[in-house]
């Protein structure tokens, strides 16, 4: 058996996932802006204390971000926020048109720190490490609070955008 790229690509689309917006505040202090990027490479690490995990292409310009700010919101998309996940995993979105092109409205947190308004969940996140990882960074943070509401989960599978089913409880 030989692995390549676009079998182990095939293969990890196997592995349901949500889908995040990962928001940065660019603001300098009297100027408020939103860098945004889509992720699934994001996980739950540790209940005590709180941690989280997402995974940035070091390529990308929330790379730098994420280093420069250690401070970051992770946004879990409700299944009509399809647009704005598209959006900000286009490699030519900027950091302006969010809102006129993908639907996609901010509110703060008294860290400044952007919260997508519709958003399934929030969580406010504080860099704690890093880890080099192949052509990624592994940003372990702590995760200092949280927002939750009611709906269904934006989910990718496969390459498409899917909706949850019907549960069957028993």
């Given at each position: ?7 182990f ?14 928001t ?139 909706k ?7």
């Open positions: 058996m030989s692995l390549n790229p676009a079998d690509r095939k293969a990890m689309g196997c592995f349901a996932t949500g889908v995040t917006i990962i940065v505040d660019l603001g300098d202090g009297s100027h408020h802006g939103v860098h945004g990027m889509t992720a699934n490479a994001f996980a739950s690490v540790s209940l005590e204390p709180p941690l989280v995990l997402v995974c940035v292409d070091r390529q990308a310009s929330t790379h730098a971000h994420l280093h420069a700010k250690k401070r970051f919101g992770v946004n879990v998309l409700s299944e009509d926020q399809r647009a704005i996940s598209e959006y900000y995993a286009r490699a030519d979105r900027t950091d302006t048109d969010a809102e006129s092109v993908a639907g996609a409205r901010f509110d703060r947190t008294h860290h400044g720190t952007p919260v997508l308004r519709g958003a399934l969940a929030y969580l406010e996140c504080r860099l704690r490490s890093t880890e080099e990882a192949g052509d990624h960074t592994i940003f372990i943070a702590e995760v200092e609070d949280v927002l939750v509401r009611e709906g269904e989960p934006l989910v990718f599978h496969r390459g498409q955008y899917r949850v089913g019907a549960g069957v409880d028993k």
